[in-house]
């Protein structure tokens, strides 16, 4: 039954559209599959969270192998909204800092998630991917949400 709003918020397109006419945003073609995708990746860890507080193992070991799953088909869209956006950040930051970026993007965001999903040595281990997942999560839009505010003013349409 949760499965009809879900789906409801994800197809809705109205909100994700409008970003097409933001400074900064207006190239990034892949925000809404990398967002719908985070989306449902979020939904799983939390998922995947209560299921290991509320000790169900059958679950807990569904909800892993779709965690897992989630987190590696997100760097698709990631990878393909980060493409879109490199102009824009190459205005707004130096290389070494884009650089630094990615890296903690995707460490945080799939590699440490990954390798304490695989060590799968109970609650504390689910916990700590959620929590870096969120962190770099959390980066991530922290940074996307910012760039129309830092674009220049030359960008911006009327």
Known sequence: MEAIPAFGSAAYKGVLLSTNAQPGWKDARWMGG???NSALLM?????????????????????????????LVNVIPL??????????????????????????????????PVGLTLLNRGFVFILGAVIVL??????????????PHT???????S
């Open 79 to 112: 990878g393909l909204l980060l493409a879109n956006l490199q102009p824009t950040h190459a205005r707004l930051y130096t290389r070494e800092q884009q650089w630094r970026a990615g890296v903690f993007i995707f460490t945080a965001g799939t590699v440490i």
């Open 43 to 71: 939904g799983c860890a939390e998922l995947l969270v209560l299921s290991a507080i509320m000790k169900q193992t059958h679950a807990a070991a569904i909800l892993r192998t779709a965690f897992i799953v989630l987190l």
């Open 34 to 36: 990398y967002l719908t």
């Open 151 to 157: 674009s220049p003013l030359e960008n911006q349409t």
């Open 134 to 147: 969120l962190l770099g999560s959390w980066v991530i839009r922290f940074a996307y949400v910012k760039i």
